[in-house]
């Protein structure tokens, strides 16, 4: 296998990019051309086919309440704020700081662009340099004439998850009886290069930040360069910034990897000490700082006691990563027969497998937000033992390519291919809050020209999740994690619109939450007989196509 095999253990960050050919480097630019393009596809194919007197917002398939906290935080960052307010929360709090999303809102001010193209075009552009990095990693790993492919197959394989593609019918809701029912890779875009690179900017950026500080280390392990701790350290800080739920994981498989160097080594390895010092001190400020929020903030230890995220049952997750975790054992095992498990950067990766699997069982309440970049180590081992078997076997591959390509399109592909049918079905259908009326929006738009920033605004759950994205006004109650107490907030609202309460009961519930604002559509209609323009203590001053917002006159 020599002859086929891979890179020298010792190489330097210089020397692996000086490794690249300008004709490589143009293979990645194209690449992330055609990536850009298809991941565009399902965007503007929902924006063409906005339906007349709606509004398209972009939302995926996947966490389809999350997109509108995003999007308030941009158009907040747009509006010139530095700290964002939580303005699913109505109650006072402090403003938080999301390096993130305020890049992608001054795009949006600099160009002056509406909020889904802002952060549409922040997540393009990240798209070359998630993929400039992921060809230096691969060609760390593998030699020149391996490492198309290689790129190749670490952007676009997936799991198998496809295969309980029924329960996305039977369990319309994914959470039934204790558990999730779906498989991540249709519905988890952490995991899995392809779906972050598609779906979110702060996926692509998060993803870009581990890898760096993980390819680092191992990188200082062989070299004992100290301006990689340093630079580890300060990629530390912004990760954690972005995607706290790393921090655990991140800490756990760097403090066991330079452990089992020690072990291997059978003497101290002082280096190893020295890089996690340092990254320590280094990313300390931003995990001081949430520290800090989670014991001043009391919405912020609410918000991480309802930020509920179990990982699936076992077998679900063994189908979620499907081929790549089969591939991943058995490129391991060939690790052992070539003798190459002893080498830095393949004990790192089985490290990084093994510690990962460990947090997505732990008892806490967030294990499957921690599986972060995991397709990169299984997805390595797995192309060792493709390689490996390619080595052995040429003859019959050559001979049967297609069909060698046939089987892997099946196992690799499928849950890449729902990715995007997903969100083209979603916007086909117009389902969920994937369009919004033109008279809802307009009322949106109203609210934020002519209300106080300090209003909150009383709505149904469903108005309640898309108000704060574009009146960037407070919602009674619209998110499941952001909004404090939000299952009671739920049922209030219910039972408000649906004229359950007395006229004394009523006004008691407007001056006890503060509620400046009673907005009155569709939704708000649906639940109950409320009729807002009875009632003595409130004054219509809006009224736009069957939208109604009530300013409450009651003190």
């Not at 083209?424 to 809802?440: H, P, T």
């Not at 919602?475 to 649906?498: C, L, Q, R, W």
């Not at 407007?510 to 939704?523: A, H, P, Q, S, V």
Request: charged content about 15%; overall charge positive.
């Amino acid at each position: 296998m020599e002859s086929f095999n891979f890179t020298p253990e010792k190489m330097t960050f210089g020397q692996i990019f000086k490794s690249i050919s300008l004709g490589q480097w143009r293979f990645v630019a194209l690449v992330s051309l055609i990536l850009i393009i298809l991941t565009s596809i399902p965007i503007i194919y929902g924006w063409l086919v906005t339906p007349a007197g709606q509004v398209f917002t972009g939302m995926h398939f996947v966490s389809a309440d999350d997109w509108f906290v995003y999007y308030s935080f941009i158009n907040q960052a747009k509006a010139g704020k530095i700290f964002f307010r939580d303005l699913f929360a109505p109650v006072d709090h402090q403003a938080i700081f999301r390096p993130e999303w305020l890049a992608a809102g001054l795009l949006a001010r600099f160009f002056k662009l509406p909020v889904l193209a802002a952060f549409q075009l922040f997540r393009l552009l990240l798209i070359p340099i998630f993929l400039a990095l992921l060809y230096l990693v691969i060609s760390y790993y593998f030699k020149e004439k391996q490492r198309r492919l290689s790129f190749i197959f670490l952007i676009f394989s997936s799991g198998l998850g496809t295969i309980f593609l029924y329960r996305l019918v039977k369990y319309p809701f994914n959470y039934f009886n204790g558990s999730f029912r779906w498989p991540m890779d249709l519905w988890v875009p952490d995991l899995n290069n392809f779906y972050l690179l598609y779906t979110s900017p702060h996926f692509i950026l998060s993803a870009i930040f581990l890898f760096l500080i993980f390819f680092l280390a191992i990188l200082f392990s062989e070299t004992k360069k100290y301006s990689y701790a340093l630079w580890s350290g300060v990629f530390g800080a912004v990760l954690f910034l972005i995607h706290p739920f790393q921090v655990i994981k991140v800490f756990l498989i760097l403090a066991t990897f330079f452990l089992l160097l020690f072990i291997k080594d059978q003497k101290f390895f002082w280096p190893g000490l020295k890089f996690f010092l340092t990254f320590l001190f280094l990313s300390l400020p931003a995990i001081f700082y949430y520290f800090w929020l989670w014991q001043t903030d009391w919405l912020t230890g609410q918000r991480i006691r309802q930020n509920i995220n179990p990982t699936t049952p076992l077998y679900l997750t063994v189908f979620s990563f499907g081929g790549l975790l089969v591939g991943a054992i058995i490129g391991i095992y060939f690790l052992v027969k070539t003798k190459k498990i002893t080498e830095n950067k393949y004990i790192f990766l089985i490290i990084w497998i093994i510690g990962q699997l460990l947090i997505l069982y732990a008892p806490i309440n967030y294990q499957r937000r921690t599986g972060l970049g995991f397709h990169l180590p299984l997805g390595i081992l797995t192309l060792f033992a493709i390689f490996y078997f390619y080595e052995r076997c040429q003859l019959t591959f050559k001979k049967n390519q297609f069909i060698f390509g046939v089987i892997a399109g099946l196992i690799f592909l499928p849950s890449t291919i729902f990715v995007l049918a997903a969100d083209l079905m979603v916007y086909e259908q117009g389902r969920e809050l994937s369009y919004l009326d033109l008279d809802i929006y307009q009322s949106f738009l109203w609210l934020k020209d002519n209300v106080a920033p300090s209003s909150i605004i009383l709505s149904a759950v469903k108005t309640g999740n898309v108000l704060p994205a574009y009146a960037l006004r407070t919602s009674y109650v619209g998110h499941a994690v952001e909004t404090p107490g939000y299952i009671d907030k739920k049922k209030e609202v219910n039972d408000f619109f649906a004229n359950r309460l007395s006229r004394e009961r009523e006004l008691e519930f407007l001056r006890e939450r503060r509620i400046n604002y009673i907005f009155y559509g569709d939704e708000e209609k649906k639940i109950g007989d409320y009729q807002p323009t009875v009632k003595d203590y409130l004054k219509e001053v809006y009224q736009r196509a069957g939208v109604g917002i009530y300013q409450v006159t009651t003190k």
